[in-house]
């Protein structure tokens, strides 16, 4: 069965702190996968996408990793801000003609000053 | 460049009204999904529409039904709402030929009293 788990569900972090979300899948064959920030009550924005051969992608302070092999993957989020509060979401690509996606439910990330 | 546009921002229903949303896909996209997202969750696919037809579904009762028009705009007909059909109603739109990218409007808040 194709699923994205995501962990943990929360996290309070300190205004300045780094902090690393993780994301695992078994989403079979694998396409891509991307990373997206999604504020309270908006739209999901793209952070970063990965494709099978790569295995880190940066975007200013955000890094994603991708391991193939394991089928893991993780956003680290540097010297966060207070905008970065937001819900976090791991979306795998399935490789077939229907542009097949799997959602996580998310890390709901809340920085403090 | 326009990218995805939904209407209405913002819907108050009752129960066993009717409810229309509408999603306006980025410039070259040609696939709409659709997607429903309750509070604290991620995203839960509805269904998906390429060349005015859905090639997608997921498990979504048939009071959820859709439409895509030529000019690759779509519509989200929910019948009989229910109050736990209140959510955010995600419209993402892709390129067929281009599986590796979707961008996602801003949603449609509906709440069903």
């Known amino acids: 069965k194709n699923q994205v788990e995501q962990s943990p569900q929360s996290l309070i972090i300190l205004e300045g702190k780094n902090c690393t979300l993780q994301c695992n899948y078994t989403v079979s064959p694998f396409s891509n996968l991307r990373w997206y920030k999604q504020d309270t009550g908006r739209g999901p924005v793209s952070l970063t996408i990965m494709t099978f051969s790569e295995n880190t992608k940066s975007n200013g302070r955000y890094t994603a990793t991708l391991d193939a092999d394991t089928k893991q993957s993780s956003l680290h989020i540097t010297a966060s801000q207070l905008s970065d509060s937001a819900s976090y979401i791991c979306v795998v690509s399935a490789e077939n003609n229907f542009n097949k996606f799997y959602f996580g439910s998310g890390t709901k990330l809340n920085v403090k000053p | 460049d326009a990218g995805v546009t939904q209407s209405p921002t913002h819907l108050i229903k009752t129960r066993g009204q009717q409810v229309t949303l509408r999603c306006s896909p980025k410039s070259g996209h040609d696939t709409v999904s659709w997607y429903q997202q309750a509070l604290g969750q991620g995203p839960q696919f509805i269904f998906q529409?390429?060349?005015?037809?859905?090639?997608q579904r997921g498990n979504f009762p048939d009071r959820f039904s859709g439409h895509q028009f030529p000019n690759y705009s779509s519509e989200l007909n929910v019948n009989a709402l229910l109050l736990g059909d209140s959510a955010l109603y995600l419209c993402a739109s892709s390129s067929q030929g281009a599986t590796d990218t979707q961008y996602f409007g801003p949603g449609t808040r509906l709440t069903v009293l």
């Open positions: 529409y390429y060349e005015e037809e859905e090639r």
